[in-house]
């Protein structure tokens, strides 16, 4: 399961809020160090994502949250969606394997007859996703700060010496 922090940004309808999820690593999450130096962070201090959650826990607006996100509907969704289609592509080369007689004779028929499984496997593979589909939805399982205790804590600074060297818009805006 994958778990996020973030803060609560606003509440939507049916329960659900947007919360705003800042990487723990700065640059570009899952690229190289390399490609990372290359970019400029003069804009933030990290790439933010936005995603619409479910709040069991009634958390306000502004508080920081524990976002998890349960990845067994991906998987069985993905299976459905690989798994049939490939049963039926299996089923089609061992029907024309033995109907070809092992491929010798009759190749145009076992072209169809091959062709008719796959086609098969993913009308069913489809139609059993479109039944069966649920939505990996993130739920907020846990408040970490409220609102209040975050107005409290001490704010992090951003400063231009976190920032790359070789950038010129960093060095052109002066922060203090």
């Known amino acids: 399961m994958a778990e996020y922090e973030g803060f609560v940004a606003s509440k939507k309808t049916n329960g659900l809020v947007e919360i705003l999820i800042s990487p723990t690593s700065k640059g570009v999450p899952g690229a190289s160090e390399n490609i990372n130096r290359q970019i400029c962070h003069c804009a933030a201090d990290g790439p933010q994502v936005s995603i619409d ?28 969606l690989v798994g049939i289609p490939m049963v039926g592509l299996i089923a089609g080369i061992i029907t024309s394997y033995f109907m070809t007689a092992c491929f010798t004779a009759l190749s145009l028929m076992g072209i169809f007859v091959g062709g008719a499984f796959v086609i098969g496997g993913l009308t069913i593979g489809v139609l059993t996703f479109r039944h069966i589909y649920q ?38 805006t002066s922060r203090t």
């Open 53 to 80: 959650a479910i709040n069991e826990v009634g958390a306000a607006v502004g508080d920081w949250v524990l976002v998890r996100r349960d990845s067994s509907p991906l998987i069985r969704n993905a299976l459905v």
């Open 135 to 172: 939505p990996a939805v993130p739920v907020i399982v846990r408040v970490l700060k409220k609102t209040s205790e975050l107005a409290t804590a001490t704010s992090q600074e951003c400063t231009v010496a976190s920032k790359p060297d070789f950038c010129e818009a960093c060095k052109m």
